[in-house]
């Protein structure tokens, strides 16, 4: 499982190994470990030991470094790598410039050039263009959202074949992730010990590029702000059956779904759903749709009965045809997904655990109707979820689980597969996926999670790179829980 932390929490936990150490140590190692990628990513060739030096000078790096600790780490970078014989040039934009960073970069040969204020000067100008190589060292965890005044067109400043690291995180960037601003946009993070919000939120993990994490030593706090499952997580929780379960055991799940007009809706969830290995599925729908979902999954029951989690709203246009029984879905303890039309059932708390899976726009409708001020991203996400005592999974390139702030949990944020994912049919498939782990034990935040990751697997099977069909996602979901249940079988083995 992938962890980020809040800046607090890393503030507090780097403090307390700083206590430990030699002044310094800490960006001493931050430093180390960026100059490592730096060279890597050059491809840095060292001297052969025969007493000839590599010719490395022909790579121009260009080190912005700004008035924190940030700044230090790219300035005690800059004067390895010019120590390293490569051209090194510092251009110093920050208010102020760590003193000894500073000191150590000019003794190793880094040419500084000063951009606090104003437009580019011509040397800054030219450096940037001839760039081979970008460390962005602006600002940290302690910044605002956005570029400082006189870096807004800094961007447009750097080669275009230029390859830029950003220290801990992109200049600009929210650190809590949950706002979007200008950014210098990254084609590589490298952080240290401890993963940010940004690292892994909507708003900002585009930004970041590929992250790489470099250990300086401290231990990650007991309780972080965002997680994200990764193949081995969903395979070690995945309710599995054993000998002696039967098909209630392993979970029956109810849905009410798919309405006339939109009949499909309901084949694609419930195919997804006993694909995904749900011990039953109960039905419950208008007679078009129940019609087309016994013809394509006829191992179905139709009507009501015992379930252990609810699925609604999927491909309706009013109540799904059942609006007494849904009613009493809702009075219930029973956990349930909310999705698509089933959104606006809900004005107050339920008793039971509830999941609502909006898209960006729906999650602006149901926040306005809820009489909400935040009505978009993370922070919308919350108040909704706040508001409603319930998980709002909130749909996108990067898919996020919001919890209401109470519980203490952790948002999970989860890469969601292929853009080709992006298809009429694809959210009804991952309601399915999620409701069906759900009927089998697992919480709805961690079912919620799961289903995203083998909604976005299920995607890459069907049509590795290329178009996909949301039932052939759906279809798809089966091979992929095979697949991860495997990683188990194979790590045990090893």
Not at 25 to 35: I, S
Not at 483 to 493: E, F, I, K, Q, Y
Request: net charge negative; with cysteine.
């Amino acid at each position: 499982m992938i962890r980020a932390f809040t800046v607090e929490q890393v503030r507090a936990a780097e403090d307390a190994v700083r206590q430990q150490v030699e002044p310094g140590e800490l960006m001493q190692r931050a430093a180390y470990g960026l100059v490592e990628v730096a060279k890597a990513r050059l491809g840095f060739q060292p001297a052969d030991g025969a007493g000839d030096e590599a010719d490395n000078g022909a790579e121009r790096v260009v080190v912005l470094a700004g008035s924190g600790d940030n700044g230090g780490d790219a300035l005690y970078a800059a004067a390895w790598l010019a120590s390293a014989g490569l051209n090194v040039i510092a251009l110093l934009v920050g208010s102020r410039t760590h003193a000894g960073g500073l000191e150590q970069a000019l003794a190793d040969g880094v040419v500084p050039v000063e951009w606090r204020t104003g437009a580019a000067p011509d040397a800054a100008v030219g450096a940037l263009a001839e760039a081979s190589l970008v460390l962005d060292g602006i600002v940290g965890i302690g910044g605002k959202p956005g570029l400082p005044d006189h870096l807004r067109d800094l961007p447009d400043l750097i080669a275009p074949d230029a390859y830029v690291i950003a220290v801990d995180l992109p200049s600009g960037v929210d650190p809590s992730g949950e706002v979007g601003a200008d950014c210098l946009y990254a084609d590589e993070t490298v952080t240290f010990s401890l993963l940010k919000p940004c690292h892994l939120l909507p708003a900002s993990e585009a930004a970041c590029g590929l992250l790489t994490v470099v250990d300086i030593g401290v231990p990650e706090p007991d309780s972080p702000a965002v997680v994200r499952y990764e193949r081995h997580d969903a395979a070690a929780s995945w309710p599995v059956p054993g000998p002696f379960d039967d098909k209630y055991s392993r979970g029956v799940l109810g849905v009410v779904t798919g309405s006339e007009s939109y009949p499909g809706a309901a084949v694609l969830g419930v195919t997804a759903a006993v694909t995904a290995g749900v011990g039953m599925v109960r039905y419950i729908g208008p007679a078009r749709a129940t019609d087309l979902v016994l013809q394509h999954v006829p191992e179905i029951v139709t009507g009501p009965g015992r379930v252990q989690a609810w699925l609604l709203g999927s491909g309706w246009d009013g109540h799904g045809g059942a609006p007494e029984l849904v009613g009493e879905i809702l009075d219930g303890d029973l956990p349930i997904v909310l999705d698509a039309g089933a959104l606006d059932l809900l004005d107050d708390p339920r008793s039971g655990a509830t999941l609502l899976t909006p898209h960006a726009g729906e999650l602006q409708r149901l926040a306005r109707r809820l009489e909400l001020d935040d009505t978009t991203g993370v922070s919308g996400a919350r108040a909704v979820a706040d508001e409603l005592n319930a998980h709002v999974l909130l749909k996108g390139a990067v898919t996020v689980i919001v919890p209401p702030s109470h519980s203490g949990a952790p948002i999970v944020s989860q890469t969601a597969g292929p853009a080709w994912l992006a298809t009429a049919g694809s959210g009804d498939v991952l309601a399915g996926l999620i409701a069906a782990v759900a009927a089998g034990g697992l919480d709805l935040p961690i079912a919620a999670a799961l289903g995203v990751l083998v909604h976005g697997g299920a995607a890459e099977a069907a049509n590795p790179g290329g178009p996909v069909r949301a039932l052939d996602v759906a279809r798809s979901a089966g091979r992929v829980v095979a697949d991860l249940l495997g990683t188990v079988r194979r790590d045990a083995s090893t």
